[in-house]
């Protein structure tokens, strides 16, 4: 069993601690400002086209997928969401996390619609954004679509080094369409080298407040 607990970050969200992993899902330094700055301004803003797919790795309490559909509905782009997660969280710690007071109303309303929709079936959240949640593990998923956008956001590499495989991130690759993008907060030498052997383009780029660096790694065309 996957025991949990709700640990207060430095700018007042919550993340949760597995204790099965030994890890937090999200940064202690904050992990709204750290979705915001990883998935949100250096994987989502990249593109500027009107039609965007996105696969998540580690769907977790679905911070990163209610930001994503927020920022999607902002500026009106068809966004179609897949996110993978081997342990969904169940309601009792979904319903104490304390998103409702450091999210946005319109925010916190997505999260609630994602974190309600039925497992294993595409459910339409709004106007611009659509999303499928996948109970499985990236190591024997079976990537029949294509994807522009993919967030990685596995635990570390010292906690799950299997997700982190350059055979993980060549499967990837091969769903990633040309110009897609992976962005990670992992910018270990492993992480990188595992991406450059699957053929992306490598980026380091700021990290978060109490991060030096992530990873934007770009398929070419």
Known sequence: MNKIKIIETADGSNTLFSEEF???????????????????????????????????????????????????????????????ELFPLNNEILNKI?????????????????????????????DFFSIEKLKMSICNANLTKTFDLIYYDAFAPEDQPELWDKSIFEKIYNATNPEGILVTYCSKGIVKQALRHAGYKVERHPGPIGKRHIIRAIRSK
């Open 22 to 84: 030994n890890a937090h899902y999200h940064s202690l330094n904050g992990a709204l400002q750290e979705s915001r700055h990883i998935f949100i301004e250096y994987g989502f803003n990249y593109f500027s086209s009107k039609q965007i797919s996105v696969l998540e790795v580690g769907f977790g309490t679905g911070l990163n997928a209610a930001l994503t559909a927020s920022r999607a509905e902002n500026n009106k782009v068809k966004t179609r969401y897949s996110g993978i």
């Open 98 to 126: 304390n998103y409702k007071s450091v999210l946005s109303p319109n925010e916190f309303e997505l999260w609630t619609k994602i974190n309600h929709a039925q497992w294993e079936l595409e459910k339409n959240i709004s």
